[in-house]
C-alpha cells in the first residue's frame, strides 16, 4: 500500500509541473504587471516602476500554491529600450520553484503611434522537494537516499509586442530549453513520468483595449490565453472599470482547459499616479469547488516620474 501511495506521489511531481509548475507565476491581476508574461513590456513606458504580488490560491485546501513576486522595469533615457527583472517563488507544499530573470527589449515606431517591442527573458529556476514534508513511513527509505532534493536549470523567454495609446497585443513563448525537471533520481520511474517531466514551451498571447466613455469613466477589456502543444489551453477574459483614473473595479473569468475554472473580482486604488493597490478574488467554480474557499491576490506598485519624453503617451498599465 505505501509502494503505490509512493508511486503516485512521484507520478503526481511530474503531472503538476506539466499542469501548473512549468506555467509562470499566475495572476489574477496581470493586466497590472504584463511585463511578467512578455518580456517586451519592459521599454514601452516612459517611467520605470516596481511591482510586487501575493497569491494564494485555493484557501482552505492544505498545502495549496502560494506565489510571491517582486520585479522592476523601465526605459533607457535616450534609447528605444528597456531593462528589466523580477524574482518569484511558487510553493506548494513540499514542492517549490524560486526563479530569478533579467530582460532587454527594444521597440520600433511601426507608423504614427502604433510601436513593436520585441524583448527576451534570461534566468535562473532552481526546483526543490522537500520530503521531511511528507511522511511516508519506513518506505521513504527504502527508495530515496536525501530528505531534499534541488535542482537548478536555465531558462529563457521570448517576445512580441505591438502597441499604441489604446491598445496592444502580444505574443510569448517561455522555456525555450526544454531542460528535463526530474528530481527524483532514486526513484525508479515509469517512462511517461520521465516524458511528463520535460519542460514544454509554453505559447501566451495577450490583448487589452482602453475606451474613454466620458470625463470620468474609461473601461478596458483585456484576454490572457496560455497554451502548450498538445496540452490545451488556459484563458482569462477580463473588463475593468475605471474612475477618474483613480479607483477601479472590474470581472473577469477563466478556462482551464476547457472547463470553467474561476470568476474573478478585481478592485484597486491609484494614488496620486504613483501608487496603486490593487485586490482580487477568485471564486472557484470548477470541481474544487467542494473544497477550496477561493483565491486572494495582492498587488502593490510604485510608479516613478518619467525619465524619457515621448510625443505620445500609453493610456494602458
Known amino acids: 500500500m505505501k509502494k503505490i501511495f509512493l508511486t503516485l506521489f512521484v507520478g503526481a511531481m511530474f503531472v503538476a509541473p506539466e499542469a501548473k509548475a512549468q506555467l509562470l507565476p499566475q495572476f489574477s491581476q496581470y493586466m497590472f504587471n504584463d511585463y ?8 514601452t513606458n516612459d517611467y520605470w ?36 527583472g523580477y524574482i518569484f517563488n511558487d510553493v506548494t507544499g513540499p514542492v517549490s520553484n524560486l526563479g530569478a530573470y533579467g530582460s532587454y527589449s527594444y521597440n520600433l515606431q511601426i507608423s504614427g503611434d502604433i510601436r513593436i517591442s520585441m524583448g527576451m527573458f534570461l534566468g535562473l529556476i532552481q526546483q526543490k522537494v522537500d520530503l521531511t514534508e511528507v511522511s511516508f513511513g519506513s518506505t521513504a527509505n527504502e527508495v530515496f537516499t536525501s530528505s531534499v532534493y534541488k535542482k537548478i536549470y536555465l531558462d529563457g523567454s521570448l517576445g512580441a509586442y505591438l502597441y499604441t495609446s489604446q491598445y496592444y497585443v502580444g505574443l510569448s513563448i517561455n522555456h525555450l530549453f526544454f531542460n528535463n525537471m526530474t528530481l527524483l533520481e532514486d526513484f525508479d520511474y515509469e517512462a511517461e513520468y520521465k516524458k511528463a517531466a520535460r519542460a514544454r514551451m509554453h505559447f501566451y498571447v495577450q490583448g487589452g483595449y482602453k475606451y474613454n466613455i466620458d470625463r470620468n469613466f474609461d473601461i ?28 477601479w473595479g472590474g470581472l473577469g473569468f477563466r478556462y482551464n482547459f476547457k472547463n470553467p475554472e474561476a470568476v474573478k473580482v478585481f478592485l484597486g486604488y491609484n494614488y496620486n499616479d504613483m501608487i496603486n493597490v490593487g485586490y482580487s478574488y477568485d471564486l472557484t467554480v470548477s470541481k474544487l469547488s ?28
Request: charged share 25%; net charge positive.
Open 220 to 247: 478596458e477589456p483585456s484576454i490572457l490565453v496560455k497554451t502548450v502543444p498538445t496540452y490545451d489551453f488556459i484563458m482569462d477574459v477580463d473588463c475593468k472599470v475605471i474612475y477618474q483614473k483613480t479607483f
Open 36 to 43: 511578467i508574461v512578455n518580456p517586451a513590456v519592459g521599454g
Open 290 to 317: 467542494h473544497y477550496s474557499k477561493g483565491s486572494h491576490e495582492i498587488m502593490l506598485g510604485v510608479k516613478f516620474e518619467d525619465i524619457r519624453k515621448s510625443k505620445s503617451k500609453r493610456k494602458i498599465r
Open 49 to 84: 516602476q516596481i511591482k510586487s504580488n501575493f497569491r494564494y490560491q485555493w484557501a482552505g485546501i492544505k498545502d495549496a500554491p502560494q506565489t510571491y513576486l517582486f520585479g522592476g522595469y523601465g526605459p533607457h533615457k535616450t534609447m528605444p529600450m528597456g531593462y528589466g
